[in-house]
Protein backbone atom coordinates (compact mmCIF):
# COMPACT_ATOMS: atom_id res chain seq x y z
CA UNK A 1 0.00 0.00 0.00
CA UNK A 2 1.62 3.41 -0.75
CA UNK A 3 1.50 6.30 1.35
CA UNK A 4 0.27 9.44 0.40
CA UNK A 5 2.84 12.23 0.99
CA UNK A 6 0.91 15.35 -0.44
CA UNK A 7 -1.65 16.58 -2.62
CA UNK A 8 -2.37 19.68 -4.52
CA UNK A 9 -5.28 20.81 -5.25
CA UNK A 10 -4.97 23.21 -8.22
CA UNK A 11 -8.42 23.85 -10.07
CA UNK A 12 -12.27 21.93 -9.70
CA UNK A 13 -10.50 19.90 -12.18
CA UNK A 14 -6.74 19.55 -11.92
CA UNK A 15 -4.84 17.72 -8.95
CA UNK A 16 -1.91 16.25 -7.99
CA UNK A 17 -1.11 13.59 -5.89
CA UNK A 18 2.26 12.43 -4.41
CA UNK A 19 2.72 8.54 -3.20
CA UNK A 20 5.71 6.83 -1.92
CA UNK A 21 6.30 6.00 -5.21
CA UNK A 22 3.92 7.54 -7.82
CA UNK A 23 3.04 10.98 -8.87
CA UNK A 24 -0.33 11.22 -9.99
CA UNK A 25 -1.58 13.52 -12.35
CA UNK A 26 -5.68 14.46 -12.88
CA UNK A 27 -6.54 17.22 -15.41
CA UNK A 28 -8.85 18.07 -18.45
CA UNK A 29 -6.36 16.95 -20.97
CA UNK A 30 -5.31 14.05 -18.80
CA UNK A 31 -8.12 12.15 -16.99
CA UNK A 32 -5.89 10.42 -15.30
CA UNK A 33 -1.40 9.87 -15.42
CA UNK A 34 0.43 7.83 -13.46
CA UNK A 35 4.33 8.25 -13.21
CA UNK A 36 6.83 6.08 -11.15
CA UNK A 37 9.05 9.05 -9.14
CA UNK A 38 12.02 6.48 -10.78
CA UNK A 39 10.62 7.87 -14.07
CA UNK A 40 10.84 11.71 -13.11
CA UNK A 41 13.93 12.98 -15.36
CA UNK A 42 13.50 17.07 -14.81
CA UNK A 43 10.81 19.16 -13.04
CA UNK A 44 10.70 22.58 -14.20
CA UNK A 45 8.75 25.47 -12.38
CA UNK A 46 8.31 29.14 -15.03
CA UNK A 47 6.60 32.28 -14.29
CA UNK A 48 3.32 32.51 -16.39
CA UNK A 49 3.17 35.87 -18.17
CA UNK A 50 -0.48 37.77 -16.52
CA UNK A 51 -2.84 38.05 -19.27
CA UNK A 52 -3.50 42.03 -20.29
CA UNK A 53 -7.21 41.39 -21.57
CA UNK A 54 -8.91 42.73 -18.00
CA UNK A 55 -6.83 45.26 -18.08
CA UNK A 56 -7.36 46.50 -21.36
CA UNK A 57 -10.87 46.55 -21.25
CA UNK A 58 -10.34 48.27 -18.04
CA UNK A 59 -8.47 51.26 -20.20
CA UNK A 60 -10.88 50.67 -22.76
CA UNK A 61 -14.29 50.81 -20.77
CA UNK A 62 -12.59 54.43 -18.39
CA UNK A 63 -11.30 56.39 -21.42
CA UNK A 64 -14.66 55.11 -23.67
CA UNK A 65 -16.78 56.26 -20.33
CA UNK A 66 -14.95 59.75 -19.73
CA UNK A 67 -15.70 60.45 -23.65
CA UNK A 68 -19.15 59.34 -23.93
CA UNK A 69 -20.20 61.86 -20.67
CA UNK A 70 -18.32 64.63 -22.52
CA UNK A 71 -20.31 64.46 -25.76
CA UNK A 72 -23.46 62.98 -25.41
CA UNK A 73 -26.30 65.11 -23.81
CA UNK A 74 -27.08 64.68 -20.08
CA UNK A 75 -30.07 62.52 -19.40
CA UNK A 76 -31.08 59.96 -16.56
CA UNK A 77 -30.58 56.87 -18.30
CA UNK A 78 -27.06 57.91 -20.03
CA UNK A 79 -26.01 58.62 -16.71
CA UNK A 80 -27.18 55.60 -14.85
CA UNK A 81 -25.14 53.62 -17.88
CA UNK A 82 -21.75 55.56 -18.13
CA UNK A 83 -21.97 54.68 -14.22
CA UNK A 84 -22.69 50.97 -14.82
CA UNK A 85 -19.78 51.19 -17.71
CA UNK A 86 -17.41 52.72 -14.69
CA UNK A 87 -18.26 49.89 -12.48
CA UNK A 88 -17.91 47.04 -14.71
CA UNK A 89 -13.92 49.13 -15.59
CA UNK A 90 -13.01 49.64 -12.03
CA UNK A 91 -13.54 45.78 -11.40
CA UNK A 92 -11.55 44.99 -14.43
CA UNK A 93 -8.72 47.10 -13.26
CA UNK A 94 -8.97 44.83 -9.63
CA UNK A 95 -9.38 41.41 -11.10
CA UNK A 96 -6.11 42.41 -13.22
CA UNK A 97 -4.37 43.91 -10.29
CA UNK A 98 -5.40 40.97 -7.65
CA UNK A 99 -5.04 38.30 -9.45
CA UNK A 100 -2.41 35.54 -8.37
CA UNK A 101 0.67 34.97 -10.61
CA UNK A 102 0.47 31.50 -12.59
CA UNK A 103 3.51 29.63 -12.66
CA UNK A 104 4.39 26.49 -15.10
CA UNK A 105 5.08 23.09 -14.06
CA UNK A 106 6.83 21.07 -16.21
CA UNK A 107 7.60 17.08 -15.25
CA UNK A 108 9.72 15.41 -17.57
CA UNK A 109 9.51 11.78 -17.89
CA UNK A 110 11.08 9.53 -19.87
CA UNK A 111 7.66 8.28 -21.23
CA UNK A 112 6.22 12.07 -21.62
CA UNK A 113 6.14 15.24 -20.88
CA UNK A 114 3.48 17.08 -18.60
CA UNK A 115 2.81 20.74 -18.60
CA UNK A 116 0.51 22.25 -15.61
CA UNK A 117 -0.74 25.80 -15.52
CA UNK A 118 -0.92 26.68 -11.68
CA UNK A 119 -2.55 29.96 -10.44
CA UNK A 120 -2.74 28.73 -6.30
CA UNK A 121 -0.70 30.22 -3.37
CA UNK A 122 3.24 30.13 -4.38
CA UNK A 123 4.40 28.56 -1.10
CA UNK A 124 1.86 25.50 -1.97
CA UNK A 125 3.73 25.17 -5.16
CA UNK A 126 7.32 25.39 -4.15
CA UNK A 127 6.34 23.38 -0.84
CA UNK A 128 4.44 20.81 -3.46
CA UNK A 129 7.67 20.48 -5.45
CA UNK A 130 10.18 20.46 -2.75
CA UNK A 131 8.19 17.28 -1.39
CA UNK A 132 8.48 15.61 -4.58
CA UNK A 133 11.74 16.24 -5.48
CA UNK A 134 12.89 14.97 -2.14
CA UNK A 135 10.89 11.74 -2.50
CA UNK A 136 12.05 11.38 -5.96
CA UNK A 137 16.10 11.72 -4.47
CA UNK A 138 15.36 9.34 -1.97
CA UNK A 139 13.99 6.73 -4.12
CA UNK A 140 15.87 3.43 -3.86
CA UNK A 141 16.69 1.90 -7.14
CA UNK A 142 16.93 -1.28 -8.00
CA UNK A 143 20.12 -2.45 -8.09
CA UNK A 144 19.07 -5.91 -10.33
CA UNK A 145 17.14 -6.21 -13.38
CA UNK A 146 16.84 -9.56 -13.17
CA UNK A 147 14.40 -10.63 -10.30
CA UNK A 148 15.44 -14.53 -10.42
CA UNK A 149 19.02 -13.73 -9.42
CA UNK A 150 19.81 -17.45 -8.08
CA UNK A 151 18.21 -19.32 -10.92
CA UNK A 152 20.45 -20.25 -13.76
CA UNK A 153 19.93 -18.47 -17.14
CA UNK A 154 19.57 -21.74 -19.03
Do not use: C
Not at 21 to 28: M, P, R, V
Not at 68 to 94: A, D, G, K, M, Y
Amino acid sequence: MEKNIDEIKISSSTNLQLTSSHLYIKTKKIPYASIFLDDIINIETSKLDKIFSSGFWAIIGLISSIILWQILPESNILNFILIILIFFSIFFVFDFFVKPEGMLLKITSSNSIYEIKMEIDKKKILNFINQLENNRKNTIYSRLNNNFRNYPSS
